[in-house]
Every structure is written in structure tokens, then in C-alpha cells.
């Protein structure tokens, strides 16, 4: 038996928050289909958020709807307040991933409250979650380096992460949000954070804005992470975190752990054919750091694992 890891693709997201071109509802539903047909089971298919703010996630009612026959996939939605949790309540999500800065100037600029405000909305959210049947991710974002304060503390994420967990967090996910952690300072938090509350409950989200995502993966893996954020294509961002780029590439995350020996549950050529459509339907190049060499082995009917 290979042992299982959960990818949770945040493409339509993380990756279409940020993009020139935003997507249509149908379209942000048929990208959605494309990763479930490629046996993905966990997607974060939008935010509740102010559409001011974020213009692409506008409508992730109508796409939660468009996708409400798809069943047995854990559809997660992003939230950044009381307000979020009951509109992402109301169209029905299953999961609410609810984000927190590890900086103070970092969580007044995402969501425009202090961290102790966030912390008091995480409060009545969790409560409400357990009263709805909702699970609750807390995301804990910016956790190795903000872009406008620095190195992020390791003490601070284990304090945030333990108040969280305390609230009744089902998991916690610590997020690369610009992509400036390394594999050393990942295995240093990622082991604390597992000695300290298992490794089970914890997931990892990275950023490839230096080329370190896959080997960030790798240093979560080592630290008993087995489950991780990827987006499709490599496309991703935040609006509010300059100089992010994309996330880790779900394609180049799957046919890492897959050559490892772990099972994701995910076919490779179906997850390429959803990172071209969303390259398609942005006009932007998407397929990830191993892409050439993937088509390549699929030209030659070559194995890609
Ligand atoms: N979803 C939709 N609308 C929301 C909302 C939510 N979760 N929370 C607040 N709003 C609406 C309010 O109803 C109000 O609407 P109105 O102008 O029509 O009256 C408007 O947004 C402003 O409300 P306010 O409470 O003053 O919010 P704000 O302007 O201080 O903005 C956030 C706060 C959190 C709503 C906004 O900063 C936001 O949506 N941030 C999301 C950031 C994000 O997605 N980051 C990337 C992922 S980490
Ligand atoms: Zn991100």
C-alpha cells in the first residue's frame, strides 16, 4: 500500500485572484471539472470576499452551485471575516479556510483588521462552523516572511497555530504566501509544529516565487506533512503581497510525490490537459517547471512516473 497524500488544488483561487483576465463563472466551473475528471478531491474553488477587493472571486456562490452534483469532493472556500463565513455557509460550503496573517501589517492590509480582531472573528466562525457541520482550515498566512515586515517569528506561527487549533480549527495550514521560505526554515517550523500538535492536522501552502516550492514540499514531507496546497499551471498570486508569484505547480507536486512512491489519486496527463485549458482561458503560459519534459515523455508514449 502506498501511503496517501491529500493535494487540495487552489488554482481556482489563489490562481485566478490575481490574474489580468478574470473568469467567467462557467468557465471557473469547467476548470474546476477538469481537475476532478483528473481525480482531484479537494479544491479550493473561490473566496468570499469583498468583490471590491478581489473582482475575480465575485459569483463563487454561482460556481459552488454550478458544481453541487459533483459529490464525494471537498470544496473549500477562503473567508476573511464573520460576513464571509455566513455567505460561504449559505451557498453551501463544506470547508471554510479561514486566513490569518502572521504580521500585523500584512493582516491590516489582506482584510483590513488587526490580528487580535481576526482572532476574535476566528472565535465566533469556529463556533458557528460546529454548530453548521462546517469544517474549518485556519490558514496562517505570510508564516516564514512578510513582505512588508520581514522574517516572520517561528514562535509567533506556533502561538497563532496553538490559539487556533484551541478555537476548534479542524486543521491548520501554514502558507509561503511570497514564496521566500527555504527547505531549512521549513523543516524547523514544520517540525515544531508537528511535535508540538501532529502532523496530521497540518498542511502546507507554497509559493515558487524562488524556485524553492518543490523543495519546500519535500522539507514538509520530511517533517511528517502530508497534506499540501498546489495550483494548477503554477498560476497564483496575491493582490495584496507584492512580488508573489505563483504557487508550487500542482502538475510538478503530483509527479514528485508520485516518483517518490506516494499516491495523490491524481492522473498526471488528465491534470496537464486542466493546466492547459487555464493557460487557454487566461492567455498566460501555465504547466509548471517540468512542463517541456512532460509533454516530451507523453510525445514519445514515455512514462511521466
Ligand atoms: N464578502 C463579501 N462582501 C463583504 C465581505 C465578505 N466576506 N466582508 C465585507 N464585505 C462588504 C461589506 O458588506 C461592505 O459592502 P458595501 O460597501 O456594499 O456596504 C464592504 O464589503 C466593505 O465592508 P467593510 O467591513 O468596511 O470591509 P473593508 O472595506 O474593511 O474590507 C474585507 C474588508 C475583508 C471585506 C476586504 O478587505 C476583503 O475582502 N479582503 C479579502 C482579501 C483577500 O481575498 N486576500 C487574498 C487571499 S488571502
Ligand atoms: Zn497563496
Not at 531549512?184 to 514544520?190: D, E, P
Request: glycine letters at 12%.
Amino acid at each position: 500500500m502506498r501511503e496517501k497524500i491529500l493535494i487540495n488544488d487552489v488554482g481556482p483561487r489563489d490562481g485566478l485572484q490575481n490574474q489580468t483576465r478574470v473568469l467567467s463563472v462557467d468557465q471557473r466551473v469547467q476548470l474546476i471539472r477538469g481537475l476532478l475528471k483528473a481525480g482531484v478531491r479537494s479544491v479550493e474553488a473561490g473566496a468570499f470576499v469583498s468583490p471590491k477587493a478581489v473582482p475575480a472571486m465575485a459569483g463563487t456562490d454561482a460556481v459552488l452551485a454550478g458544481l453541487s452534483a459533483d459529490a464525494g469532493v471537498d470544496f473549500q472556500v477562503l473567508i476573511p471575516n464573520l460576513k464571509g463565513y455566513t455567505l460561504a455557509r449559505d451557498a453551501g460550503a463544506g470547508t471554510v479556510v479561514l486566513v490569518v496573517c502572521a504580521s500585523e501589517t500584512m493582516n491590516q492590509r489582506n482584510v483590513r483588521m488587526s490580528i487580535e480582531e481576526s482572532l476574535a472573528q476566528a472565535q465566533e466562525i469556529c463556533a458557528a462552523a460546529r454548530t453548521d457541520g462546517v469544517r474549518v482550515v485556519a490558514c496562517i498566512a505570510v508564516a516564514w516572511c512578510c513582505p512588508f515586515e520581514g522574517a516572520t517569528e517561528p514562535g509567533r506561527v506556533l502561538d497563532l497555530a496553538g490559539r487556533l487549533f484551541a478555537m476548534g480549527a479542524d486543521d491548520v495550514n501554514i502558507a509561503d504566501t511570497i514564496g521566500a521560505a527555504n527547505p531549512r526554515a521549513v523543516g524547523r517550523l514544520m517540525g515544531a509544529l508537528a511535535q508540538e500538535y501532529g502532523a496530521g492536522k497540518l498542511a502546507c501552502h507554497f509559493h515558487d516565487t524562488r524556485a524553492f516550492g518543490l523543495a519546500n514540499v519535500y522539507a514538509a514531507l520530511e517533517s511528517g506533512i502530508r497534506k499540501f496546497d498546489s495550483s494548477i499551471g503554477g498560476i497564483g498570486g496575491c493582490p495584496f503581497a507584492p512580488g508573489a508569484t505563483g504557487n508550487v505547480a500542482s502538475e510538478d507536486v503530483v509527479m514528485l510525490l508520485e516518483q517518490m512512491g506516494f499516491d495523490t489519486g491524481i492522473d498526471l496527463p488528465a491534470l496537464m490537459a486542466a493546466g492547459q485549458l487555464v493557460g487557454e482561458m487566461l492567455g498566460v503560459t501555465t504547466g509548471g517547471r517540468a512542463d517541456t519534459w512532460r509533454r516530451l515523455q507523453l510525445e514519445k508514449e514515455s512514462p511521466l512516473i
